[in-house]
T-cell receptor
Framework: GNSVTQMEGPVTLSEEAFLTINCTYT??????LFWYVQYPGEGLQLLLKATKADDKGSNKGFEATYRKETTSFHLEKGSVQVSDSAVYFCALSDLDRSGGSNYKLTFGKGTLLTVNP | NAGVTQTPKFQVLKTGQSMTLQCAQD?????MYWYRQDPGMGLRLIYYSASEGTTDKGEVPNGYNVSRLNKREFSLRLESAAPSQTSVYFC???????????????FGSGTRLTVV
């Protein structure tokens, strides 16, 4: 079955530090990969995605590259801000390639990031 | 604003009580999902509905039932609540945009349920 393993937190950084959150996956098919972010008291929001090997997803200064050879999708940001404090989830899906809109996401356990001023 | 609306936001139940968590989306999405979030466990899928009129079990369905009332609404019912069901519950939906699958789920803001 599908599974996602991401680095355990919590991660605590100072403002403007470099961020890496590791994510590796196991999938039987050819999945799409996602990072979601959850701010305190809120639901999850899609941060970025990549749908095929070597694709780079990016949003709000965050980046992640789909590496099929290492089955990884590590999240990076060059300079974090206090407002980036949140829980980050790596996820994968096996897309219904017949064109349907249904697919199930498999999530990692989440990594809590705290950024101090 | 368009999105997924969940009610209630907070609930405390006594063991053995029943309740229904409500979820509605206004994005004309075909698929809807219920997840629970527990510390150190990430999100686990309880039930999902690929389209109106269909429902299927996810990873942790025991103790729950669901109803896809129409395309907009997908409810989750706890018939006899147990302390192990203390969790944060999220509803989500997914659909198509511009004729292509929308790869992102849209999540509600969650229901915090405590069973004492």
């Amino acid at each position: 079955g599908n599974s996602v393993t991401q680095m355990e937190g919590p991660v605590t950084l100072s403002e403007e530090a470099f961020l890496t959150i590791n994510c590796t996956y196991t999938a039987t098919g050819y999945p799409s990969l996602f990072w979601y972010v959850q701010y305190p008291g809120e639901g999850l929001q899609l941060l970025l995605k990549a749908t095929k090997a070597d694709d780079k997803g990016s949003n709000k200064g965050f980046e992640a590259t789909y590496r099929k050879e290492t089955t990884s999708f590590h999240l990076e940001k060059g300079s974090v801000q206090v407002s980036d404090s949140a829980v980050y989830f790596c996820a994968l899906s096996d897309l219904d390639r017949s064109g349907g809109s249904n697919y199930k996401l498999t999530f990692g356990k989440g990594t809590l990031l705290t950024v101090n001023p | 604003n368009a999105g997924v609306t969940q009610t209630p936001k907070f609930q405390v139940l006594k063991t053995g009580q029943s309740m229904t968590l409500q979820c509605a989306q206004d994005m004309n999405h075909n698929s809807m999902y219920w997840y629970r979030q527990d510390p150190g466990m990430g999100l686990r899928l309880i039930y999902y509905s690929a389209s109106e009129g269909t429902t299927d079990k996810g990873e942790v369905p025991n103790g729950y039932n669901v109803s896809r009332l129409n395309k907009r609404e997908f409810s989750l019912r706890l018939e006899s609540a147990a302390p192990s069901q203390t969790s944060v519950y999220f509803c989500a939906s997914s659909g198509r945009q511009g004729g292509l699958p929308n790869y992102g789920y849209t999540f509600g803001s969650g229901t915090r349920l405590t069973v004492v």
